[in-house]
């Protein structure tokens, strides 16, 4: 189980997902519970990380972090004297960590990943131990497990990569005993270490990763994520009134979703338990599954196929389409090659691609704070094409968005793209650029930013959405 930081947000939302670990518990189910840092914490360490390299660093910096967890643990242990001390301590060494590494910022004034990956970790160390001793307020026998004991990653510091291998054999080796006897243990979510033992982080939002690696390592029944909304949606309820939740999907359709902008789970997150088969649930800790029917999707290997083809609509923003054109480019090859290499050597990742077979533009979407650099990396490794003439201009569009309808039983289904593009037609929309990988579960296009929400809406409305699938 996995509790996410809204979830995890004050006393009285540590004491709601205590309660919902134990009650797992009790139904007979052996719980693993994984903790993000109390919401907004991870920010704030960051923040002030990049305000001490800045050389602006207070000692009250600390104090305000140190505070809403302070007060946490004692709201949340009334009874439990013992184990709050313990906690506390836990809480004052890490606050005195924090402190220390910020002052040494202000005097070296650089931050290295590696650096910041150990600030940022803390939110989750500063709530595990608080979660942990609710459990145990409770009377369910829990401790707090740093996950840097667990996870063993590269060293790409910032999005570190898990090595299952090595994080398999230590993940069981310390929790199956305390499941075994009936413990909760209750883990740090987003950290981890290198094989050396130094401290990473699996990437913004890493929590998910991190139960998604434990469920795997501990070949779980289920992955149970806990997080602020009701699983995942035919649409941004934002943009869509009417958009419902659905109650199965399928991991490719979760993963196209969640690339397309669903942030309902990390594409990758569901890496792990989808190589073995464990079905992950994504719940409302504000509205537990019992006091609501419309609530939770399962995500599985089947999914729940629906024969409307189209299952879900979702927009991405914040992207910029880059284009490569010149007539040129028609019959030389390698400048995709060169391109895409240079894009990959900046470490942006590609949203979206697309050529014609007039081959005279090539573009491709990114985000779009990575845009500026991209399009310079490009102009350097095209040089040489840009002075010959096969590329006219490399040119770089902020204003656009990304749509995409998402169904694993588009596969195979004749008039799909028709429906999608007629109902675009009518609703008025220009499409300036299409893409459908040949998995066929994805139909991507780019429309003018201010016409997405109007795309989204065309679209769930044509394949009725709205209306829950009976097949
Ligand atoms: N606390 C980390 C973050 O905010 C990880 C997480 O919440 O999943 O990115
Ligand atoms: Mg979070």
Known sequence: MKFGGTSVGNADRIAQAAALAIKSAQAGHQVVVVTSAMSGVTNKLIAAAQNAVAGQYHKQVSDELYEPHRQALHQLTPN?????????????????????LCKGLTMVRELTPRTLDKISGLGEMLCAPILSAAIAERGVVSQSIEATQLIVTDDQFGQAEPLMDETREQTRAKLLPLLAAGEIPVVTGFIAATKEGVQTTLGRGGSDYTASIIGAALDAD?????????GVMTANPNEVPEARTMREISYSEASELAYYGAKVLHHKTILPAFKQNIPVLILNSFQPPDSSIDSGTRVTVKGHPSSRGVKAVTSIRQVSLISISGKGMQGIPGIAAK?????????????????????????????????????????????????????????????????????????????????????LGTANVNVIAISQGSSERNISFIVHEEQAADAVRAIHSAFELHLPTSD
């Open 80 to 100: 439990e004297a013992a184990r709050r001390r313990e906690a506390l301590d836990t809480l004052r060494q890490h606050i005195e960590e924090f402190d220390t």
């Open 339 to 423: 391109a895409f290499a240079a894009v990959a050597h900046e470490r942006a990742s590609i949203l979206m691609i697309s050529q014609a077979s007039s081959e005279n533009n090539i573009c491709f979407v990114v985000i779009q704070a990575e845009a500026p650099r991209v399009v310079k990396a490009l102009r350097a490794a095209l040089e040489f094409d840009l002075l010959q003439n096969h590329i006219e201009e490399i040119a770089c569009d902020d204003s656009i968005a990304i749509v995409a309808a998402v169904g694993d039983r588009m596969q195979g289904s004749p008039g799909i793209a028709g429906k999608v593009f007629a109902a």
């Open 222 to 230: 289920e992955v149970w994520i806990w997080t602020d909304v009701n």
